[in-house]
Nanobody, 124 residues
Framework: QVQLVESGGGLVQAGGSLRLSCTAS????????MGWFRQGPGKEREFVSS????????LAADSVKGRFTISRDNAKNTVHLQMNSLKPEDTAVYYC?????????????????WGPGTQVTVSS
């Protein structure tokens, strides 16, 4: 069983940056692909970015390409999402997720473990 906890959310002005972190306990993350998803007010949960178990492959939604960067440190059992040039439409609860397979994936249904989420609010 993998327990995930997100941190680093908060309130930021448009154009600003935040760095989200996801820390795992219970098991090492080294064999898991990791993903970030978000759910805005009144919206469905959507894919943001994913990284393979060995960082060899990353995926990102078109809406965040060039602005968000996913990375991981298996030795520290953490995954990060660096978010730059934030926009009001990035406002959402951001979730970290892990999937048993090592390959990156955009499908939220392929992820097995989820954190409780962290709120990101971008003001205009």
């Amino acid at each position: 069983q993998v327990q995930l906890v997100e941190s680093g959310g908060g309130l930021v002005q448009a154009g600003g940056s935040l760095r989200l972190s996801c820390t795992a306990s219970g098991r090492t993350l080294s064999g898991y692909a990791m993903g970030w998803f978000r759910q805005g007010p009144g919206k469905e949960r959507e894919f943001v970015s994913s990284i393979s178990w060995n960082s060899a492959a990353t995926l990102a939604a078109d809406s965040v390409k060039g602005r968000f960067t996913i990375s991981r440190d298996n030795a520290k059992n953490t995954v990060h999402l660096q978010m730059n040039s934030l926009k009001p439409e990035d406002t959402a609860v951001y979730y970290c997720a892990a999937r048993n397979s090592g390959g990156a994936s955009t499908s939220l249904y392929s992820y097995n473990y989820w954190g409780p989420g962290t709120q990101v609010t971008v003001s205009s």
